[in-house]
């Protein structure tokens, strides 16, 4: 029964998507567990480039089912186009389920989370605007839609009548915008309900008869842990749960079937939107490593925040996820730089903390407390045997393991699927 997390440590953005492409070859099932297309990666393969929100990385591998999980939130115009463009690069979606309980993101979601945004003003998130916040909301609160009401234009119709006056009133009232009306949802419904047809399904026996069959599943968070609706620097997180837990609740399977919950985390921190972030750089060298990482959304093109390895960050997520296995990825962006510094924790008001605190204004204002470890001159992106890696980038590897307190199983050098070293296959 081996149920594989990959779970983001950071603040997302860590490179699961080439993670989760790696192990797929291998999984008969990838489960996107929850999260919208307020994600994105591309995967680069054989010199192609495939852009992914929504559809799990195991695509690309033909005899890997790919299902889009109960926990995910999905815009059904966005998911049309990204089905199309991984048509025209050559992708196969015949292994493509989306689950009936997935929640929908509404024609008024991305609306309101553009005027919720800016009536926050100083305080605002800094969301994607995808509509991922109020689509949860709306879920938590029982007037959401989910991807199997596609198929009960009558029943969709009912709860429209009684959904949209509310939304309405908000718009209207609150922000001057103007309404949406039944009629034209329920034209524009009609037409993703024909086209998501093949592709809907209740996941269910699939997933059941994967586990009794013990083959091997791969559960693929978005985001990553300081996210988190409840573990990460609330209320700068995303409306899901990235973490291990949530994962499970988002694709529909118990704990026992785990067998690994791999952490990736990047070899350097980065973060988009507001919100707290002690290891950020601003000067030159956040440049450097914004550049060299192309640290630009992949959603939403804005650039990412970035910064030095926070091993706190990465020590809490190892342990509220109970991850025990890492994929290291990105070391090749820190080639160059020397020293290389690792936050091991944090002052704050005279107090030493190591791990980041749950009150976000101390988290905000904290010091963090560096390591310096030899940098390392590259370029190491050709390496593809651990013992071939320059000393020092050896070292700072092995560092982070003991200051993070999980075993890292693979280091990714650069962007393609061959860029990576597993570190069973010579240590
Ligand atoms: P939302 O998920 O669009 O509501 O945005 C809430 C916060 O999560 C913002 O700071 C976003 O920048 C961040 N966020 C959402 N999705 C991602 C992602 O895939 N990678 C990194 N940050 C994300």
């Not at 009936?100 to 305080?123: Q, T």
């Not at 939107?273 to 450097?288: K, M, R, V, W």
């Amino acid at each position: 029964m081996p149920v594989v997390i990959c779970v983001g440590g950071q603040w997302g953005d860590e490179g699961k998507g080439k993670v989760v492409d790696l192990l797929a070859e291998s999984a008969e099932m990838v489960i996107r567990s929850q999260g919208g297309n307020n994600a994105g990666h591309t995967v680069v393969t054989g010199g192609r480039e495939f852009r992914f929100n929504l559809v799990p990385a195991g695509i690309l591998h033909p005899a890997t089912t790919c299902v889009i999980g109960n926990g995910v939130v999905l815009d059904p115009k966005v998911l049309l186009d990204e089905i199309e463009g991984l048509v025209a690069a050559g992708a196969d979606l015949g292994n493509l389920v989306i689950s009936e309980r997935a929640h929908m993101i509404m024609p008024y979601h991305p609306v309101l989370d553009r005027y919720e945004e800016e009536a926050r003003g100083d305080d605002r998130l800094g969301t994607t605007y995808r509509g991922v916040g109020p689509a949860y909301s709306d879920k938590v609160r029982r007037i959401g839609f989910r991807v199997g009401d596609l198929g009960k234009p009558r029943f969709l119709e009912k709860k429209l009548n009684f959904v949209l006056p509310l939304k309405n009133a908000v718009l209207e009232r609150l922000y001057g915008a103007p309404p949406f009306t039944v009629d034209a949802i329920l034209a524009e419904f009609t037409d993703y309900a024909r086209r998501l047809r093949p592709y809907i399904r209740d996941p269910f026996p699939l997933v059941q008869g994967a586990l009794a069959r013990e083959e091997r599943i791969i559960l693929e968070g978005a985001q990553g842990t300081m996210l988190d609706l409840d573990l990460g620097t609330y209320p700068y997180v995303t409306s899901s749960y990235p973490s291990a837990g949530g994962a499970l609740a988002g694709a529909g399977i118990g704990p026992r079937h785990v067998t690994t919950t791999l952490g990736v985390l990047k070899a350097y921190t980065t973060r988009v939107g507001y919100g707290p972030f002690p290891t950020e750089q601003e000067g030159a060298l956040g440049t450097h490593l914004r550049e060299q990482g192309h640290e630009y959304g992949t959603t939403t093109g804005r650039p990412r925040r970035v910064g030095w390895f926070d091993a706190a960050v990465a020590r809490y997520g190892v342990q509220v996820n109970g991850i025990d296995a890492i994929a290291l990825t990105k070391l090749d962006v820190l080639d160059g730089i020397d020293p290389v510094r690792v936050c091991i924790g944090y002052r704050s008001k005279g107090v030493a903390h190591a791990h980041p605190m749950a009150n976000i204004s101390h988290l905000k204002h904290c010091e963090p407390v560096y390591e310096d470890l030899p940098g390392w001159p590259g370029p190491i992106s050709a390496v593809r045997r651990y013992p071939d890696l320059p000393p020092a980038a050896r070292g700072y590897v092995e560092r982070i393991e003991e200051l993070v307190g999980a075993g890292i199983t693979h280091v990714s050098v650069g962007p393609d699927r061959e860029q990576t070293i597993l570190r069973s296959a010579g240590r």
